[in-house]
């Protein structure tokens, strides 16, 4: 079968901390950590070739003050969040992603097709998509199944909104999306052919019409790096983190669960829901705590949350079910 992400604690010195600084970018970190009130951090540091393309418009973005960094969190830094990826369609090393991720794929423009259960079916160019409903930046937990986490400033706009947009018909009970599956762009379809590509994440429909439920374009105020997933990615902050599909290229209204590509190559280890639980362990690993990277002098392990904290938020969706089972 295939084989499952390894944890691995990264070393300081494995960190891209000799990329040129680059002053817009410290700008914007800087503006951020003002107007949270929060004390100022350390530098931060360049990709390069990141946001060469992607979704450019819709930026400078507004802090949206009801998603602020959730209580004793701060930002993680954007080299961090830039640098320590995983992006399976190009390496599993998630040192090596940022680099593979830019050698020439082209992000823009980029459309997504809407399709299955829906009164028409839609093509879409995502920069007049940001044109038409706008963006804002949202400051969320990110909690990795690996045990790792981020608290990371996205900038996009809900799912809802595009999902009114589409108009899905009463048949609609699932969301399904998929990535690009272009094997001239990522090596990653050759490499690990156990994985049933193309990349594909479900939510259930009261999951995607949730407030939190995020399509981000954007991080620290600038299009999304291709490392992180440009030029549009889902973010579903009380799941964990492989939900949170990368680079989508189709979004289908379906009446059944859709098939992911984690639950198909590891039913027992990942499931549809995966709702963030530190009380269910992973077959091989805990969660009850998790490596919250960049912090600490670089990684200091934190008690994981129910829900990755967005228990009051989201608790309600799963009334009646026994989390342990749908897990
Ligand atoms: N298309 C695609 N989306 C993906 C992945 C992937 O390999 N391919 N990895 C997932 C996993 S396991 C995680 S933890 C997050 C990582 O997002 P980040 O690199 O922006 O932190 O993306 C998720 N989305
Ligand atoms: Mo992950």
Redesign the pocket.
Known sequence: MTKA?FVRIPKPSELPESEATEESLHRNRREIIKSLGLAAGTSLLAIPGASANAATTGFPTKLNKKYLPPKGTKPTEYKY?TG??????FTTDKYE?RFRANLGWKTEPWTIEIGGHVEKPLKLDVNDLVKEVGIEQRVYR?R???AWS?VIPWDGFQLSKLIAKAKPTSKAKYVMFS?FKDEKTALGFKNYPNYDWP?TEGLRMDEAMHDLTFLATGIYGKPIPH???API?LVVPWK???K????IVRIDFTDKQPKTLWNTAGPDEYGFYSNVNPEVDHPRWSQARERAIGTGGFVERIPTLKFNGYEKEVAHLYKGMDLRKFF
């Open positions: 992400p969040i320590y990826n995983n992006f399976y369609e992603v990110f990795c199944v690996e981020m990535t990349y490392q992180n997933g990615r964990y983190g492989y949170s599909i990368k680079s």
